[in-house]
């Protein structure tokens, strides 16, 4: 399913945060969202997600008019990942990823055995089946993020938003997530701070700086020294990692 926006702007309190933003991720594909804190990358998603309504431009996935479709409908067909996911009570971890479900459920149609099959299997994609009877509060970062990823797992959704879900993670559990996300073999749409990470796991990357788009292309085309001083205000040399054949970075002021 491909996702495509087309001018999309948002102005929070009368503040254009994000400018006539134009983006296509074709279907089954990785495409990142680099660029600065406070450059628009989550206001952006935000308003793919329906989280922000923005003030002008259409997002699509496929023929669905995403912003035209009820929260239920767009939920159906796409599913998020944030980087803060506190509750202010406790479940279970089945509980927690059941709740990814409820698009596909009618009003107070019960849990079937169907979706406790749904749900053991993104437990067992994700590495949790261990922890289905454990609280969700009681866990780490990086066992919540994969918790979260399931979650959205079992939405069933055709297309994936993630908003650095790698932040604040070790490296094990930032491979772990972004190695589940890969494998889904779905369209998605990620905004990453970590560049190796970027160009390890995107097949196409769009730029971004002062809510403006102002590169995309392939990791090898976008990631030059020039462009990450000119988004990240520091010094940068660039060069294929032998051993993965990715891109590295050496930063320095």
């Not at 995403?66 to 509980?95: I, P, R």
């Not at 059941?98 to 299997?121: A, C, W, Y």
């Not at 070790?170 to 905004?191: C, G, H, M, P, S």
Request: aromatic share 6%.
């Amino acid at each position: 399913m491909k996702l495509t926006v087309d001018n999309v702007s948002v102005a929070i309190a009368k503040k254009e945060i994000v400018k006539q933003i134009s983006l296509e991720v074709p279907s089954k594909k990785i495409v990142g969202l680099i660029g600065a804190n406070g450059s628009g990358k989550s206001t952006l998603l935000k308003s793919i997600y329906k989280s922000i309504a923005p003030t002008a431009g259409s997002i699509y996935l496929d023929d669905l008019d995403v912003l035209k479709s009820s929260n239920k409908k767009a939920a159906q067909y796409m599913s998020v990942v944030g980087q803060f996911n506190a509750l202010n009570f406790d479940l279970t971890v089945e509980q927690m990823v059941l709740l990814g479900r409820t698009p596909h459920k009618k009003m107070l149609e019960s849990d079937n055995e169907r979706d406790f099959q749904i749900v053991r299997q993104a437990l067992e994609q994700t590495n949790l089946t261990q922890y289905a009877k454990r609280s969700y509060q009681s866990l780490s970062g990086g066992e919540k993020q994969r918790i979260i990823l399931a979650r959205a797992i079992v939405q069933e959704p055709k297309c994936l938003i993630l908003d650095e879900p790698t932040n604040h993670l070790d490296i094990r559990f930032q491979l772990e997530i972004l190695e589940l996300v890969k494998q889904l073999n779905i369209t998605v749409l990620i905004a990453l701070h970590d560049l190796e990470l970027t160009a390890a796991y995107c097949d196409y990357i769009y730029a971004l700086k002062d809510g403006e788009m102002i590169a995309s292309g392939a990791p090898k085309k976008v990631l030059t020294s020039d462009l990450i001083e000119e988004i990240y205000g520091v010094h940068c040399s660039v060069y294929e990692n032998p051993i993965t054949q990715h891109l590295g970075f050496a930063y320095y002021l």
